[in-house]
Protein backbone atom coordinates (compact mmCIF):
# COMPACT_ATOMS: atom_id res chain seq x y z
CA UNK A 1 0.00 0.00 0.00
CA UNK A 2 1.37 3.17 -1.00
CA UNK A 3 0.92 6.67 1.05
CA UNK A 4 -2.29 7.83 -1.66
CA UNK A 5 -4.20 4.43 -1.09
CA UNK A 6 -3.26 4.83 2.55
CA UNK A 7 -4.92 8.25 3.14
CA UNK A 8 -7.95 7.13 0.91
CA UNK A 9 -8.27 4.01 2.94
CA UNK A 10 -8.58 6.27 6.13
CA UNK A 11 -10.95 8.88 4.38
CA UNK A 12 -13.02 5.63 3.52
CA UNK A 13 -13.23 4.27 7.56
CA UNK A 14 -13.97 7.88 8.61
CA UNK A 15 -17.34 8.43 6.05
CA UNK A 16 -18.39 4.80 6.24
CA UNK A 17 -20.52 3.46 3.87
CA UNK A 18 -22.58 5.68 2.21
CA UNK A 19 -24.87 5.52 -0.71
CA UNK A 20 -24.42 7.54 -4.09
CA UNK A 21 -26.62 10.59 -3.85
CA UNK A 22 -27.79 11.83 -7.34
CA UNK A 23 -26.66 15.08 -8.57
CA UNK A 24 -29.07 17.35 -9.88
CA UNK A 25 -28.09 19.17 -12.87
CA UNK A 26 -29.94 22.28 -13.04
CA UNK A 27 -27.92 24.09 -15.61
CA UNK A 28 -28.92 25.66 -18.71
CA UNK A 29 -28.38 23.05 -21.99
CA UNK A 30 -28.35 23.72 -25.02
CA UNK A 31 -31.86 24.75 -26.30
CA UNK A 32 -32.80 25.93 -23.17
CA UNK A 33 -33.27 29.37 -23.89
CA UNK A 34 -35.03 30.86 -27.29
CA UNK A 35 -34.37 34.08 -29.01
CA UNK A 36 -35.02 36.04 -32.00
CA UNK A 37 -32.27 36.53 -34.26
CA UNK A 38 -32.11 39.74 -34.33
CA UNK A 39 -31.73 40.19 -30.74
CA UNK A 40 -29.04 37.54 -30.51
CA UNK A 41 -26.83 40.20 -33.51
CA UNK A 42 -27.63 43.01 -31.03
CA UNK A 43 -26.77 41.29 -27.62
CA UNK A 44 -23.39 39.63 -29.69
CA UNK A 45 -22.64 43.30 -31.09
CA UNK A 46 -23.09 44.88 -27.94
CA UNK A 47 -21.08 42.49 -26.04
CA UNK A 48 -18.16 42.72 -28.45
CA UNK A 49 -18.04 46.61 -28.62
CA UNK A 50 -18.04 46.15 -24.61
CA UNK A 51 -14.72 44.03 -25.46
CA UNK A 52 -13.51 46.73 -27.28
CA UNK A 53 -13.92 45.24 -30.76
CA UNK A 54 -14.81 46.92 -33.88
CA UNK A 55 -18.22 45.35 -35.01
CA UNK A 56 -19.21 46.42 -39.04
CA UNK A 57 -22.49 44.91 -40.26
CA UNK A 58 -23.13 43.78 -43.80
CA UNK A 59 -25.84 41.81 -45.65
CA UNK A 60 -24.69 38.16 -45.76
CA UNK A 61 -23.46 37.74 -49.40
CA UNK A 62 -19.92 37.39 -50.86
CA UNK A 63 -20.04 40.92 -52.44
CA UNK A 64 -21.15 42.45 -48.95
CA UNK A 65 -18.08 41.11 -46.91
CA UNK A 66 -15.52 42.01 -49.14
CA UNK A 67 -16.74 45.79 -49.42
CA UNK A 68 -16.29 45.60 -45.64
CA UNK A 69 -13.09 43.64 -45.77
CA UNK A 70 -11.69 46.27 -48.31
CA UNK A 71 -12.92 48.95 -46.02
CA UNK A 72 -11.10 48.19 -42.83
CA UNK A 73 -8.02 47.48 -45.14
CA UNK A 74 -8.59 51.10 -46.95
CA UNK A 75 -9.25 52.89 -42.90
CA UNK A 76 -5.85 50.99 -41.24
CA UNK A 77 -3.89 51.83 -44.22
CA UNK A 78 -3.48 47.39 -44.45
CA UNK A 79 -2.11 46.31 -48.12
CA UNK A 80 -1.27 42.25 -47.31
CA UNK A 81 -3.43 39.73 -45.42
CA UNK A 82 -2.59 36.33 -43.98
CA UNK A 83 -5.32 33.97 -44.88
CA UNK A 84 -5.91 30.56 -44.17
CA UNK A 85 -6.09 28.18 -47.34
CA UNK A 86 -9.76 27.86 -47.63
CA UNK A 87 -10.81 31.12 -47.22
CA UNK A 88 -13.52 31.78 -50.01
CA UNK A 89 -11.91 33.68 -52.39
CA UNK A 90 -14.29 36.13 -53.22
CA UNK A 91 -13.85 38.01 -49.81
CA UNK A 92 -10.39 38.98 -50.59
CA UNK A 93 -8.58 40.22 -53.52
CA UNK A 94 -5.91 38.15 -54.85
CA UNK A 95 -3.19 40.80 -54.63
CA UNK A 96 -4.30 41.47 -50.78
CA UNK A 97 -4.04 37.77 -49.97
CA UNK A 98 -1.46 36.14 -48.35
CA UNK A 99 -1.79 32.23 -48.14
CA UNK A 100 -0.94 30.75 -45.03
CA UNK A 101 0.61 27.85 -47.27
CA UNK A 102 2.84 26.50 -47.36
CA UNK A 103 2.49 27.40 -43.47
CA UNK A 104 4.06 30.83 -42.36
CA UNK A 105 6.69 31.21 -39.98
CA UNK A 106 6.68 32.81 -36.53
CA UNK A 107 8.76 35.33 -38.25
CA UNK A 108 6.54 36.17 -41.15
CA UNK A 109 3.28 36.00 -39.19
CA UNK A 110 5.08 38.32 -36.67
CA UNK A 111 5.65 40.56 -39.32
CA UNK A 112 2.18 40.46 -41.35
CA UNK A 113 -0.05 43.42 -41.24
CA UNK A 114 -2.79 41.63 -39.99
CA UNK A 115 -5.51 38.18 -41.06
CA UNK A 116 -8.61 37.74 -42.29
CA UNK A 117 -10.39 34.30 -41.12
CA UNK A 118 -14.01 32.82 -41.04
CA UNK A 119 -15.61 31.74 -37.86
CA UNK A 120 -17.01 28.70 -36.51
CA UNK A 121 -20.01 29.72 -34.00
CA UNK A 122 -20.33 33.11 -32.52
CA UNK A 123 -21.82 32.79 -29.00
CA UNK A 124 -24.49 36.08 -27.91
CA UNK A 125 -24.20 35.68 -24.53
CA UNK A 126 -20.86 35.86 -23.55
CA UNK A 127 -19.48 37.66 -26.86
CA UNK A 128 -17.46 34.94 -28.04
CA UNK A 129 -16.28 33.87 -31.49
CA UNK A 130 -14.96 30.38 -31.39
CA UNK A 131 -12.40 29.10 -34.03
CA UNK A 132 -12.23 25.19 -35.34
CA UNK A 133 -8.97 25.61 -37.46
CA UNK A 134 -11.69 24.54 -40.20
CA UNK A 135 -10.46 25.66 -43.48
CA UNK A 136 -11.92 29.19 -43.42
CA UNK A 137 -10.39 29.81 -39.79
CA UNK A 138 -6.90 28.25 -40.44
CA UNK A 139 -4.56 27.30 -37.94
CA UNK A 140 -4.16 28.54 -34.54
CA UNK A 141 -1.22 30.40 -34.51
CA UNK A 142 -2.21 32.59 -37.75
CA UNK A 143 -4.80 34.45 -35.21
CA UNK A 144 -2.55 34.52 -32.40
CA UNK A 145 0.40 36.58 -33.63
CA UNK A 146 -0.68 38.82 -36.07
CA UNK A 147 -1.63 42.37 -34.35
CA UNK A 148 -4.98 42.80 -36.57
CA UNK A 149 -7.86 39.83 -36.63
CA UNK A 150 -10.48 40.68 -38.80
CA UNK A 151 -12.88 37.36 -38.77
CA UNK A 152 -16.28 36.75 -40.44
CA UNK A 153 -19.36 35.82 -38.41
CA UNK A 154 -22.39 34.99 -40.32
CA UNK A 155 -25.31 35.73 -38.37
CA UNK A 156 -26.80 31.65 -38.92
CA UNK A 157 -23.89 30.73 -36.68
CA UNK A 158 -24.95 33.00 -33.51
CA UNK A 159 -26.35 31.15 -30.97
CA UNK A 160 -27.33 32.35 -27.56
CA UNK A 161 -25.39 30.47 -24.84
CA UNK A 162 -21.99 28.43 -24.20
CA UNK A 163 -24.23 25.11 -24.45
CA UNK A 164 -25.58 25.76 -26.99
CA UNK A 165 -22.50 26.91 -28.69
CA UNK A 166 -20.95 23.88 -27.60
CA UNK A 167 -23.17 21.62 -28.71
CA UNK A 168 -22.61 22.58 -32.43
CA UNK A 169 -18.97 22.31 -32.18
CA UNK A 170 -16.24 19.26 -32.79
CA UNK A 171 -14.86 18.69 -29.50
CA UNK A 172 -12.06 16.84 -31.33
CA UNK A 173 -10.84 19.68 -33.19
CA UNK A 174 -8.84 22.81 -31.56
CA UNK A 175 -10.83 25.51 -30.84
CA UNK A 176 -9.91 28.51 -30.03
CA UNK A 177 -12.23 31.07 -28.03
CA UNK A 178 -11.77 34.58 -28.72
CA UNK A 179 -13.67 37.27 -26.15
CA UNK A 180 -12.58 40.53 -27.73
CA UNK A 181 -9.15 41.74 -28.44
CA UNK A 182 -6.51 40.40 -26.12
CA UNK A 183 -5.61 42.21 -22.86
CA UNK A 184 -4.34 41.77 -19.51
CA UNK A 185 -4.42 43.89 -16.34
CA UNK A 186 -1.69 43.85 -13.76
CA UNK A 187 -2.16 44.72 -10.00
CA UNK A 188 -2.87 48.00 -10.18
CA UNK A 189 -5.71 47.31 -13.20
CA UNK A 190 -3.47 48.84 -15.19
CA UNK A 191 -4.77 47.52 -18.77
CA UNK A 192 -2.40 45.85 -21.24
CA UNK A 193 -3.73 44.88 -24.22
CA UNK A 194 -1.80 42.40 -27.61
CA UNK A 195 -0.14 40.21 -25.10
CA UNK A 196 -1.36 36.91 -25.40
CA UNK A 197 -2.78 38.42 -28.87
CA UNK A 198 -4.03 40.80 -31.48
CA UNK A 199 -4.48 44.04 -30.35
CA UNK A 200 -7.32 44.71 -32.74
CA UNK A 201 -10.11 42.85 -33.40
CA UNK A 202 -12.65 43.60 -36.25
CA UNK A 203 -15.60 41.33 -36.46
CA UNK A 204 -17.82 41.56 -39.47
CA UNK A 205 -21.28 40.43 -38.55
CA UNK A 206 -22.52 39.26 -41.91
CA UNK A 207 -26.61 39.03 -42.11
Known sequence: MNARDEVLGRIREAIGES???????TYHKAGARQAE???LLELLTARLIDYKATVLR???????????VT???SAGSVTRLVVPVGLPEAWLAAEHRQP???PLTLGILDRAEGV?????????????????ASPSCGRRVITLVPDLH?????????????????????PSRPLTFISGPSATSDIELNRVEGVHGPRQLVVILAG
Open 19 to 25: EELPIER
Open 37 to 39: AAD
Open 58 to 68: CADSDQAIAAA
Open 71 to 73: GVL
Open 100 to 102: DDP
Open 116 to 132: LTGSAVAIAETGTIVLD
Open 150 to 170: IVVVRAGDVVPTVPDGVARLD
